[in-house]
């Protein structure tokens, strides 16, 4: 149950965007469509943010957006914001009814 | 209002027993597949158990499979993780969390429990 590949952190200026990627075996990412993102905040349970690789929940920002190109996924954030300011994780549920997290990304506004 | 509120967590010598309970309320909770997730200090999220809405369907996570088990009781509409054999690599928060009902994600999380297992 190998975990997904995410870079350990992305910054950027206010107003930017930035890009996180999620790598994983083919197993658990190319596929399956099943690919969420969770912004969590320190102290914070994690929220949902994308799902299903390109799925904007109620109520989340159009800022953020998700997509999927073979073994990687990736999550953009436009017109970035101090609020943005979080550890982003990728997940997918996989064919062997588990579900793997990538080790997170910190992001940070300059 | 959805809420998921986890309780139980607390410090455990090694090798001890510890039962999780999340209790959901603002939903039909025997609609939904339910799940533990925990998040060890200053690391990342790692999936530890599913249960189906009926209960038939239970996977675990490699690294607590044989020593945890996760059960629900939907008539309390409470979710469990009856966990054995305690080490210390099982310190973490635990999140109980909720699967939509349409997508393959978590879209719903109580707010965790911390489990601490030292002696």
């Known amino acids: 149950q190998s975990a997904l590949t995410q870079p350990a952190s992305v910054s950027g200026s206010p107003g930017q965007s930035i890009t996180i990627s999620c790598s994983g075996a083919?197993?658990?990412?190319?596929?399956?469509?099943?690919v969420s993102w969770y912004q969590q905040h320190p102290g914070k349970a994690p929220k949902v943010m994308i799902y299903?690789?390109?799925n904007r929940p109620s109520g989340v920002s159009n800022r953020f957006s998700g997509s999927k190109s073979g073994d990687t996924a990736s999550l953009t954030i436009s017109g970035l914001q101090a609020e943005d300011e979080a550890d982003y994780y990728c997940?997918?549920?996989?064919?062997?009814?588990?579900?793997?997290f990538g080790g997170g990304t910190k992001v940070t506004v300059l | 209002e959805v809420q998921l509120v986890e309780s139980g967590g607390g410090l455990v010598q090694p090798g001890g027993s510890l039962r999780l309970s999340c209790a959901a309320s603002g939903f039909t909770f025997s609609a939904y597949d339910m799940y533990w997730v925990r998040q060890a200090p200053g690391k990342g999220l790692e999936w530890v158990a599913s249960?189906?809405?009926?209960?038939?369907?239970?996977f675990y996570a490699d690294s607590v499979k044989g020593r945890f088990t996760i059960s629900r009781d939907n008539g309390k509409n409470s979710l469990y993780l009856q966990m054995n054999s305690l080490r210390a690599e099982d310190t973490a928060v635990y999140y109980c969390a909720r699967r939509h009902l349409m997508a393959w994600t978590f879209d719903f999380w109580g707010q965790g429990t911390l489990v601490t297992v030292s002696s």
């Open positions: 997940s997918s549920h996989t064919s062997s009814n588990i579900w793997v």
């Open positions: 083919s197993s658990d990412l190319s596929g399956y469509n099943y």
């Open positions: 249960i189906s809405i009926s209960g038939t369907y239970i």
């Open positions: 299903d690789v390109t």
